[in-house]
Nanobody, 126 residues
């Protein structure tokens, strides 16, 4: 299973980016998908997650009101719409997928996820 993240780039503060993460390879059971990020010199941190159903979402406090997670199960893709970006959002963003699990559950612990993408860099200039 491979997760391919894309959509990162350089944007000015206040701008927007939309990250995508597409799964490919052997099929796996629908499970939660999430986004994490890691800034230089910092630990990887949770950003957002969405249940298999798509009806349950969870956000880090830093993302609430600015970021929106969504998914398209037919395309095996998860998205992260990021608005009102701030310089402190600068980081490498990683998508993750859980192989199966409860239909309506989200996870904010990286240890819960089975597959990881390679990361896409987001840089927000002030």
């Amino acid at each position: 299973v491979q997760l391919q993240a894309s959509g990162g780039g350089l944007v000015q503060a206040g701008g927007s980016l939309r990250l995508s993460c597409a799964a490919s390879g052997r099929p796996f059971s629908c499970g939660a998908m999430g986004w994490f990020r890691q800034a230089p010199g910092k630990e990887r941190e949770f950003v957002s997650a969405i249940s298999c159903s798509g009806s349950r979402t969870k956000y880090a406090d830093s993302a609430k009101g600015r970021f929106t997670i969504s998914r398209d199960n037919a395309k095996r893709t998860v998205y992260l719409q990021m608005n009102s970006l701030k310089p402190e959002d600068t980081a490498d963003y990683y998508c993750a997928a859980k192989d199966g699990g409860p239909y309506y559950t989200t996870y904010d612990e990286y240890s819960e996820y089975d597959y990881w993408g390679q990361g896409t860099q987001v840089t927000v200039s002030s």
